[in-house]
């Protein structure tokens, strides 16, 4: 279960790239930092379980960036 978390993380972050990318979405669109969001938290999990730290403080300050993004779309 686990690492099908890990897939699904990489899928949601790929997407978010791949969108961004060919100008589907912007950067302060709210599915982008949603798809970061949710695929760096999916990682977290994985990867913390794997105790491959690194990996898991990159995704955690990932989620915080989307996080912090997505709270100032829906305030301001």
Do not use: C, H
């Not at 978390?5 to 950067?27: E, M, P, T």
């Not at 977290?44 to 898991?56: L, N």
């Not at 955690?60 to 779309?73: D, E, G, K, P, Y």
């Amino acid at each position: 279960m686990i690492n099908i978390f890990g897939w699904l993380g990489v899928a949601g972050v790929l997407l978010a790239y791949i969108l961004l990318s060919f100008g589907v979405i912007g950067s302060r669109d709210f599915i982008y930092q949603l798809l970061n969001g949710v695929g760096a938290i999916l990682l977290i999990i994985e990867s913390a379980w794997r105790k491959d730290y690194p990996f898991t403080f990159l995704n955690v300050v990932w989620s915080l960036v989307a996080l912090v993004t997505i709270i100032q779309l829906l305030v301001f």
